[in-house]
């Protein structure tokens, strides 16, 4: 994402953007087809002064008419007077950012996919591997580890849509003049900027977007999503590998995640490194909502915005990317630990299972009430669930129970399904 933001690729998107044009001009037959060449052959980066283009840039504020001026003369009288012809500084800026912003998405959409296939072998390995569901950060009932992996896989898919979505969005280009009229460009211009965005792969428009900015958010907050996916995957493994927990860990390494001073640890660095990705994503898209509120046919200083969040978005959401697709890949799952989990408490996990097969002959409040009251005895005293359980119920409402105590793996419900479900939803996503 450095690489596709640096300014060596910023300029070349302007270059590339100023040679279309006058090519498409030639088409249209505004400017000749000898002088659109020339025009297209001076639009390389050794025409190009860097130094002095940024130092230009300050003076006037934008970078474009310095750029103009330098392919300008590398050229020969006549073709030199038709660079940039009919033009205004933010056509060029925002179509070189569009190619950006697409190039952008296709790197977001690769390591999309690494990280959901990573997700897809999590889900498909332990569809059945019972573990504690977790409510307010307590045990609430047993599910699977593969359908914890399998809500996640889900959002991945819905992810790769978005990703789709704003891709289709942000690829269009801009070229309407001064004021958003093309009045410069005369009674031809829709045809050159339809010749402007077919030869850079862009779709066209009929409305101006110079300060409709809601194409730029929306890659924003694209980015700013994905990096919170990856957060939330993040979080799940430090939860899960507290040394109280210890359910999952990250890859291990020599000194991975040590310590300077307690020889014995082995910090989930990588995810604490992607949490503040996303963090800081979450904060800088704001900004971009700012960048919307531009007034009028041009932007004062609300587009300036843009210039330092996007490429900083697009990093945060690779980089959050790139990273749990790793710590994924080479996840470490402990279902032993799982299971001994199950028993912290007695048994107390599996207090609805008990409620709802006592609820079709108690009734469901009795039957909650009931559970309950066993509950609080068992966790009071010490004792398994189901040991306080046929102390504050008689033979009769037991009956329906069987065998005591019930296992975790008889209460899943559909999570063998769910992890199905989400394997196709990833699957179709890509097709």
């Not at 008419?65 to 030199?80: E, K, Q, T």
């Not at 898209?285 to 210039?307: N, P, Y």
Request: aromatic share 4%; hydrophobic share 50%.
């Amino acid at each position: 994402m450095a690489g596709i933001f640096s300014a060596e690729r910023t300029v070349l998107a302007w270059l590339r953007t100023e040679a279309a044009l006058s090519r498409a001009q030639a088409e249209a037959g505004i400017i000749g087809e000898a002088d659109a060449e020339a025009i297209a052959a001076a639009c390389v980066p050794r025409n190009i002064d860097l130094g002095r283009l940024w130092e230009e840039a300050a003076n006037v504020g934008y970078p474009i008419l310095p750029l103009v001026r330098m392919i300008a003369a590398a050229l020969p009288d006549g073709p030199d007077g038709r660079v940039h012809y009919g033009a205004t500084t933010q056509d060029i800026m925002d179509t070189g950012l569009a190619l950006q912003m697409g190039e952008a998405l296709d790197r977001l959409a690769t390591l999309l996919g690494a990280f959901g296939e990573a997700i897809a072998r999590l889900v498909d390995g332990h569809a059945g591997t019972v573990v504690a569901a977790r409510t307010h950060a307590q045990q609430a009932v047993p599910t699977t580890f593969g359908a914890k992996m399998a809500v996640l896989l889900a959002e991945a898919a819905r992810q790769r849509e978005r990703v789709a979505a704003a891709s289709r969005q942000v690829r269009v280009v801009s070229l309407f003049g001064a004021g958003g009229t093309s009045a410069a460009m005369g009674e031809r211009a829709r045809e050159v900027r339809e010749g402007v965005a077919g030869r850079l792969g862009l779709r066209t428009t009929d409305v101006p977007w110079h300060v409709a900015r809601d194409g730029v958010a929306e890659f924003g907050v694209t980015c700013a999503s994905l990096a919170a996916t990856a957060a939330r995957f993040a979080r799940e493994v430090v939860d899960l590998s507290r040394t109280e927990v210890s359910e999952v860990r990250e890859a291990g390494g020599h000194h991975r995640g040590a310590s300077s001073t307690m020889p014995q640890k082995a910090n989930p660095i990588g995810c604490e490194a992607v949490i503040g990705m996303s963090g800081t994503a979450g904060a800088l898209s704001s900004g971009l909502f700012r960048a919307m509120e531009a007034g009028h046919e041009r932007a004062a200083g609300e587009w300036q915005v843009e210039w330092y969040v996007v490429p900083l978005l697009a990093e945060l959401a690779a980089g959050a990317l790139a990273t749990v697709a790793d710590v994924a890949a080479g996840l470490r799952v402990y279902p032993a630990a799982m299971r001994a989990n199950l028993g912290a408490e007695g048994g107390l996990i599996m207090a609805e299972a008990y409620m709802m097969r006592l609820a079709p002959v108690l009734g469901r409040e009795k039957a909650h009430d009931l559970v309950y009251q066993a509950a609080h005895e068992a966790r009071e005293r010490g004792r398994p669930l189901a040991d306080a359980l046929r102390d504050v119920a008689g033979p009769d409402d037991l009956a329906s129970l069987g065998t005591l105590p019930l296992p975790p793996e008889s209460y899943i419900g559909d999570a063998g399904a769910i992890c199905a479900a989400a394997l196709d939803a990833w699957r179709k996503s890509d097709e």
